[in-house]
RNA sequence: UGUCCCGUGGUGUAAUUGGCAACACGUCUGAUUCUGGAUCAGAAGAGUUCAGGUUCGAGACCUGACGGGACAACCA
């Protein structure tokens, strides 16, 4: 008995990646002290998205929950490039989802004395040396994947000369393109990336950190890895794309290492999602041509973007707990980082009012000038979080789409000759609407409603079918409701094999939507405040919103099945 | 034509390291509901790319095919 229980509990766990199995074994056998430290490497290039949350969530994660430390590193090795307005974009978006790297807060830049000085250590050693051939011809003598490639002419030159050639080429005794330093592997290898790739290269331009002290700058393969080994990173966690420099790394690390420590490269998938695209560059894109507002476009799935739209640091980490880790290249459909939101949201959020599409509907058997204030549930998941008042009178408005002239079968909402429920406040029978001629829009809707039926009361045993969400029209409060969808139609933008992805992009998916009618405790909504408008979705205050003219982003419908009906 | 990685319901992941495939999302029923939300109960859906082999026994191991991905920036 005792043993099945046993056995349930264990199956709620949930399972561990194939990397945390790797973390564990590792940890237990004695490795570096027992210990574990990672670090989130980014490069300063653009706005982190939910891809680099995937690995934030690892590379933090990981360390928190098995005692160690995580760094945060700017791989800042390319001043062309990079820009301090990134890194003060990045150390936020770490920070709102939750993640702390205390004081270890490091450059790659910090490590160009180390890393030159191991460049002419290895160029002592004879296993680097100074090209002085032209990009394009270098990399023709590259080969292919399934050609060697040919040795430079430069390939043997002495070491003396090359100590000198290097030392010139960081004076800036030479033009930008016309040396570089290559490491000295084998250009037969069937890993390109052995086939002496470049280390340095000289740049002129101006580097956010260091200045104009340098005048070449190490490449990613050449400082990435010795980073990590500089910093005593113990687990060195990234995407699948480099997996093939892994032997590289480990070359650099056999010549740098003075004992038996080195960081282990482990590779993940990363983060694909339907119906958007993950490419920074592609990204910065849409954000130069217009095509969206900003980086933190709602639509966007940038982290300030999903901040935007509504999105919780909690949402993102729940969402990326659910997909894991593995080495498949993987899609992931949207529709379980909603669920996310909305499981999130749900509990969290206030129920409110607000109507999109507004029409009138007067009660004609209530009296004139009267008010009502009707008590409604902030939140039905959650009892602490109270409840509060709502004016009602004669006249409310409902969603366009809550009424049908002619009901269409399951319709359980308002049309001629019957009943619904204003939630909170009565029920009301539709006895006739008012038409535009021209138009043949609905513009009025009139009902009478029944007294003995008032929420809370209990007169009367009336039941209804469709319970309806309303504001009181004299009481309302006017908003501007962004509707976002889809960024593109196509499922995987980035995979498919269409030559211009804008081709792809959804034409609808922002829809602007001003005169909708919200209930007056709105008014003094902040930008970031999160709401549940009642049988829509969830709302989120914008930062465009300001007291007197508020703003909303849908951040997500609420399921309709009622719509799913009609499909 | 090369090297490396990978191949489990529609999607994403599991399977205590060899013991007759589990979970989540999605889909579909039904119950319930003053949100057509949430909740609850249930259903359909893979025999693990294929073919051999090892084994009493394979999704796991071996071999080979097939399929997908990565790699040829003075980017990261």
Redesign the pocket.
């Given at each position: 008995m005792n043993d099945e229980i046993l056995k349930e509990k264990?199956?709620l766990k949930p399972?561990?990646?194939?990397i945390e199995?790797f973390i564990i074994e590792d940890l237990k056998a004695g490795k570096n002290e027992g210990k574990i430290i990672t670090r989130f490497p980014p490069?300063p290039n653009g706005y982190l998205h939910i891809g680099h949350a995937k690995a934030i969530c690892l590379d933090f994660g990981m360390a928190q929950k098995h005692g160690g430390k995580c760094n945060l590193r700017f791989?800042d090795?390319?001043p062309v490039?990079e820009d301090v307005e990134y890194i003060d974009s990045i150390k936020e978006d770490i920070h709102w989802l939750g993640f702390d790297w205390e004081d270890r807060e490091y450059y790659a830049s910090d490590y160009f004395g180390n890393l030159y000085n191991f460049a002419i250590e290895l160029i002592q050693k004879g296993l680097a040396y100074v090209d002085d051939?032209?990009?394009d011809l270098?990399?023709s003598q590259?080969g292919?994947?399934?050609q060697p490639g040919i040795e430079s002419p430069f390939r043997d030159r002495m070491a003396d000369l090359n100590i000198e050639l290097f030392g010139r080429m960081n004076k800036g005794e030479f033009e930008?393109?016309?040396h570089?330093l290559r490491a000295k592997v084998d250009m037969n290898s069937?890993?390109?990336?052995m086939r002496d790739p470049?280390i340095y290269?000289?740049i002129k331009s101006p580097h956010h950190r260091t200045g104009s002290k340098w005048n070449v700058?190490p490449?990613?393969?050449f400082a990435?890895g010795q980073s990590d080994y500089f910093e005593g990173v113990t687990h060195s966690l990234c995407t699948?794309?480099?997996?093939?420099?892994r032997p590289l790394y480990d070359w650099f690390i056999d010549h740098l290492k003075t004992d038996d420590y080195r960081p282990r490269q482990i590779e993940f998938?990363r983060l694909n999602l339907t119906y958007t695209m993950m490419s920074k560059r592609k990204l910065l894109e849409l954000v130069q041509e217009g095509k969206v507002s900003g980086w933190d476009d709602p639509r966007m799935p940038t982290l300030c973007g999903l901040r935007r739209r509504g999105y919780t640091p909690e949402s993102i980490k729940r969402f990326v707990d659910?997909?894991?880790?593995?080495?498949?290249?993987?899609?992931?459909?949207v529709?379980?980082l909603e669920?996310a939101i909305?499981e999130d949201l749900?509990i969290r959020s206030p129920?409110v009012f607000g109507v999109l599409n507004p029409l009138k509907v007067i009660i004609t058997n209530y009296e004139e000038g009267k008010v009502e204030n009707v008590e409604l549930i902030n939140?039905?998941?959650d009892e602490k979080m109270g409840k509060r008042l709502v004016p009602f009178c004669r006249e409310v408005y409902i969603e366009q789409d809550d009424f049908l002239e002619i009901p269409l079968h399951?319709?359980?909402?308002l049309a001629p000759g019957m009943e619904v429920?204003l939630?909170?406040a009565y029920i009301i029978k539709c006895e006739g609407f008012k038409k535009n001629e021209s138009t043949g829009a609905v513009e009025e809707v009139y009902c009478t409603y029944d007294p003995d039926t008032?929420?809370?009361g209990n007169i009367s045993e009336k039941?209804v079918k469709?319970?309806l969400h309303w504001v009181s029209a004299r009481h309302a409060v006017d908003a501007e409701v962004r509707l976002y969808d889809r960024l593109f139609n196509h499922e995987d933008p980035a995979g498919s094999k269409c030559d211009d992805y804008r081709t792809l992009l959804n034409p609808d998916s922002l829809k602007v939507l001003t005169g909708c009618k919200v209930e007056p405790s709105l008014g003094s909504a902040k930008p970031l405040d999160k709401f549940?408008f009642?049988?829509l979705g969830y709302f989120c205050v914008d930062y465009d919103s300001k007291p007197a003219k508020l703003v909303f982003n849908r951040t997500v419908q609420?399921?309709?099945?009622?719509a799913?009906?009609n499909k």
């Amino acid at each position: 008995m005792n043993d099945e229980i046993l056995k349930e509990k264990e199956e709620l766990k949930p399972s561990i990646s194939f990397i945390e199995q790797f973390i564990i074994e590792d940890l237990k056998a004695g490795k570096n002290e027992g210990k574990i430290i990672t670090r989130f490497p980014p490069e300063p290039n653009g706005y982190l998205h939910i891809g680099h949350a995937k690995a934030i969530c690892l590379d933090f994660g990981m360390a928190q929950k098995h005692g160690g430390k995580c760094n945060l590193r700017f791989d800042d090795t390319n001043p062309v490039k990079e820009d301090v307005e990134y890194i003060d974009s990045i150390k936020e978006d770490i920070h709102w989802l939750g993640f702390d790297w205390e004081d270890r807060e490091y450059y790659a830049s910090d490590y160009f004395g180390n890393l030159y000085n191991f460049a002419i250590e290895l160029i002592q050693k004879g296993l680097a040396y100074v090209d002085d051939q032209p990009a394009d011809l270098i990399s023709s003598q590259k080969g292919t994947p399934s050609q060697p490639g040919i040795e430079s002419p430069f390939r043997d030159r002495m070491a003396d000369l090359n100590i000198e050639l290097f030392g010139r080429m960081n004076k800036g005794e030479f033009e930008e393109g016309s040396h570089v330093l290559r490491a000295k592997v084998d250009m037969n290898s069937p890993n390109m990336h052995m086939r002496d790739p470049i280390i340095y290269r000289i740049i002129k331009s101006p580097h956010h950190r260091t200045g104009s002290k340098w005048n070449v700058y190490p490449m990613y393969d050449f400082a990435h890895g010795q980073s990590d080994y500089f910093e005593g990173v113990t687990h060195s966690l990234c995407t699948l794309e480099f997996e093939v420099h892994r032997p590289l790394y480990d070359w650099f690390i056999d010549h740098l290492k003075t004992d038996d420590y080195r960081p282990r490269q482990i590779e993940f998938n990363r983060l694909n999602l339907t119906y958007t695209m993950m490419s920074k560059r592609k990204l910065l894109e849409l954000v130069q041509e217009g095509k969206v507002s900003g980086w933190d476009d709602p639509r966007m799935p940038t982290l300030c973007g999903l901040r935007r739209r509504g999105y919780t640091p909690e949402s993102i980490k729940r969402f990326v707990d659910l997909i894991g880790y593995t080495k498949v290249e993987a899609i992931n459909d949207v529709s379980l980082l909603e669920h996310a939101i909305r499981e999130d949201l749900n509990i969290r959020s206030p129920r409110v009012f607000g109507v999109l599409n507004p029409l009138k509907v007067i009660i004609t058997n209530y009296e004139e000038g009267k008010v009502e204030n009707v008590e409604l549930i902030n939140n039905p998941e959650d009892e602490k979080m109270g409840k509060r008042l709502v004016p009602f009178c004669r006249e409310v408005y409902i969603e366009q789409d809550d009424f049908l002239e002619i009901p269409l079968h399951k319709f359980f909402r308002l049309a001629p000759g019957m009943e619904v429920r204003l939630k909170g406040a009565y029920i009301i029978k539709c006895e006739g609407f008012k038409k535009n001629e021209s138009t043949g829009a609905v513009e009025e809707v009139y009902c009478t409603y029944d007294p003995d039926t008032r929420s809370g009361g209990n007169i009367s045993e009336k039941k209804v079918k469709g319970t309806l969400h309303w504001v009181s029209a004299r009481h309302a409060v006017d908003a501007e409701v962004r509707l976002y969808d889809r960024l593109f139609n196509h499922e995987d933008p980035a995979g498919s094999k269409c030559d211009d992805y804008r081709t792809l992009l959804n034409p609808d998916s922002l829809k602007v939507l001003t005169g909708c009618k919200v209930e007056p405790s709105l008014g003094s909504a902040k930008p970031l405040d999160k709401f549940q408008f009642q049988r829509l979705g969830y709302f989120c205050v914008d930062y465009d919103s300001k007291p007197a003219k508020l703003v909303f982003n849908r951040t997500v419908q609420l399921k309709d099945t009622w719509a799913k009906l009609n499909k």
